[in-house]
């Protein structure tokens, strides 16, 4: 982000008009203020856990939301037991409560909540949905939606802005979808650390709100901190027919504005694409999967969950039906989408086509529920296909456009769209807001309410101090693009979120089911526990358990190729040193179970970030660069320990 200049762009006009620390022209890290905090279920536990032990009597941003979209098959007493622990909190502290089966939180907040030209902080990565509308919408650990949530800053590195310049008009059969999957082509996943993808030119004109969402949704998947439209007369038309006109303000990047780097996509030549396993970034065209036998279709997820996606998908199999030797899934995104798709006949068409309606939840996206068979093909609109995310670790898993989606049901092959009717913007949404509890007392709470915790409702674990020198064991050593379903397993294992003892005993089970174990042992023996890994270490989810857990079983530092910005910030957050091999090629020299010794870590972390590390095979360098907040932290054993 460079200094202010009479010519703006949209990202500089919101961070400066939110900034409380730092200086764009010469501080590598910004604090700013954030209005609109949100969290899930899943993430949200352990969010409000830390918020309460801060002793903050009640939220003091504008706007918080706790949502349950995650948890919702309640399987056993445990997410039950959360989602009334979720609801207690909520009207003590004055935080509006979204109730299972009200839909997604990022469908949800967009619908309901989100405004042009404000910040948004939420503990889910897909939080960037709220960019679709012009905001500065930003997914974080769950620690820093409660230091907003008590009024503090929340902290990014200063961005660099790259304009991606939308030009001409997309075809029939191609849709957001295939724009974002053309941008990941372009820039894959890793490497994107430090930058907001800032969506300009005449083509922004032509896509719809739920159109620009699906793109500043799955933008997480680039890495970036965050992804951004402007605010405009699609914008406002969007807030109005949701009977929020008040809430549209019009935030245009100015004539000239400047970019740090610019990137062009003539959506008129985007075609059908999909991502391949295991990454979303291993495009290929839809074209040349063409004939590829499919099992599995999920459709819906926080990506292509609206009215206009499941609409769509209505009309392509509208009088037909799906081939018979495909399961077809569809979770909608809110009530709203589910009760519009009734009143137009779209519900009857989906069923009658041979569809399963799945509840409005997370769901098939985090491998709760519709996992696909022994290595079955599953072509998905979510917006994620790490290996074993579905559940099935043998499963194939593409990501693609609904329109994709639809085609394909139809002959249970990999197949592109052809002849789809556009679905006209609504001019008026019906609104409930019924489901949307504590919405009086939201921002001022109910101090006499009395919390309610189940038996899977844990403390908070601190942090201890950084030791002025390390004896360590290189507990783990994985490759490249480990992702935090890796580290922390979602799924089955997901309801043990609110309870850190019990939830870090599968830390790493998809790649050494024993690393809870060895790192007991080694904990009380007082040797501190290292992970080893290659390039773009913590991909994927915000979700902190991949840094709070290892940091219960006693894991002091990472020493990675590279580090993805959330999971970075969780590691700080939670006094984890974030170490990166000064030279890549020290990588090859380790192997788990070797020894370390880390002397003067703390001396290293309290000066410029260099360290030798020793091992019986020799030494290698390792660095880290870390604001003086950042350093305050680690030294301190994590954000809890400090305060």
Not at 530 to 541: C, F, K, L, R, T
Request: aromatic share 6%; glycine share 10%.
């Amino acid at each position: 982000m460079k200094k202010s200049t009479k010519r703006l762009n949209v990202t500089q006009k919101i961070l400066a008009s939110h900034l409380v620390e730092g200086d764009p022209a010469v501080d590598s890290e910004l604090g700013i203020r954030i209005d609109q905090t949100l969290t899930q279920d899943a993430t949200g536990t352990m969010a409000y856990l830390q918020f309460e032990s801060m002793g903050v009597k009640r939220v003091k941003n504008d706007l918080a939301v706790s949502y349950v979209d995650h948890n919702t098959v309640q399987i056993g007493y445990e997410n039950a037991d959360d989602h009334d622990f979720l609801a207690s909190v909520a009207e003590k502290f004055g935080i509006i409560y979204s109730k299972a089966g009200n839909g997604i939180c990022h469908q949800l907040h967009l619908e309901r909540f989100g405004k042009p030209g404000t910040t948004l902080l939420g503990s889910d990565s897909h939080t960037p949905t709220g960019g679709g509308i012009g905001q500065i919408a930003i997914g974080a650990g769950g620690i820093d939606i409660a230091v907003a949530m008590a009024g503090g800053a929340f902290h990014i590195p200063t961005p660099k802005v790259r304009a991606i310049v939308l030009k001409g008009k997309l075809k029939k059969g191609v849709s957001a979808k295939d724009v974002i999957l053309t941008v990941l082509k372009k820039y894959g996943t890793k490497g994107n650390v430090g930058w907001i993808f800032e969506y300009t030119g005449p083509g922004v004109a032509t896509l719809d709100v739920p159109s620009r969402a699906t793109i500043t949704n799955m933008g997480a998947e680039l890495g970036v901190t965050t992804s951004v439209f402007p605010s405009d007369k699609v914008t406002k038309q969007f807030l109005q027919a949701q009977n929020r006109a008040g809430d549209f303000k019009e935030i245009l990047p100015d004539a000239g504005a400047e970019y740090d780097d610019t990137f062009t996509v003539d959506l008129s030549k985007v075609e059908p694409l999909a991502a391949a396993p295991h990454s979303p970034g291993n495009i290929v065209t839809v074209k040349s999967m063409k004939g590829t036998k499919v099992n599995q279709i999920m459709i819906g997820s926080c990506t292509n969950s609206s009215y206009r996606d499941i609409r769509t998908v209505a009309d392509i199999l509208k009088g037909k039906h799906v081939a018979e030797d495909v399961e077809v899934g569809i979770a909608c995104g809110s009530r709203q989408v589910v009760n519009m798709l009734a009143k137009d006949g779209s519900l009857a068409t989906l069923i009658s086509a041979g569809c399963r309606i799945l509840e409005n939840a997370c769901g098939f996206c985090i491998g709760a529920h519709m996992s696909p068979s022994t290595n079955a093909v599953s072509l998905r609109t979510n917006n994620r296909n790490f290996e074993g995310r579905s559940g099935t670790k043998s499963a194939k898993v593409y990501l693609v456009s609904p329109e994709t989606a639809a085609a394909s049901a139809l002959t249970g092959k990999f197949c592109a769209a052809e002849n789809v009717k556009s679905v006209a913007a609504p001019k008026k949404f019906p609104i409930d807001d019924e489901m949307f509890l504590y919405r009086k007392s939201a921002g001022k709470g109910r101090s006499s309410v009395k919390i309610v915790r189940g038996p899977n409702i844990a403390t908070v674990p601190k942090g201890v101090p950084l030791a002025k020198d390390l004896m360590a064991s290189a507990a783990i050593k994985v490759g490249d693009k480990i992702t935090t379903d890796h580290i922390m397993p979602a799924g089955a294992r997901l309801k043990f979120r609110s309870n850190v003892p019990e939830y870090s005993k599968y830390v790493f089970e998809p790649c050494d089911p024993a690393f809870h174990d060895k790192c007991l042992a080694n904990k009380e023996k007082n040797i501190a526990n290292v992970i080893i890994a290659g390039e773009s270490y913590g991909q994927g989810s915000s979700r902190e358990h991949a840094a709070l857990c290892p940091m219960y079983l006693g894991v002091k530092a990472v020493i990675a190729k590279s580090i993805e910005r959330i999971h970075r910030a969780n590691l700080i957050n939670f006094g984890i040193v974030p170490f990166i091999f000064e030279d890549s090629k020290a990588y090859d020299k380790i192997e788990a179970g070797d020894k370390l010794e880390l002397k003067g870590v703390r001396a290293a972390v309290e000066g410029d970030g260099e360290l030798v590390v020793k091992t019986s095979k020799g030494s290698f360098k390792v660095k880290t660069t870390l604001s003086a907040r950042e350093k305050h932290l680690i030294l301190s054993g994590g954000l809890l320990a400090s305060l």
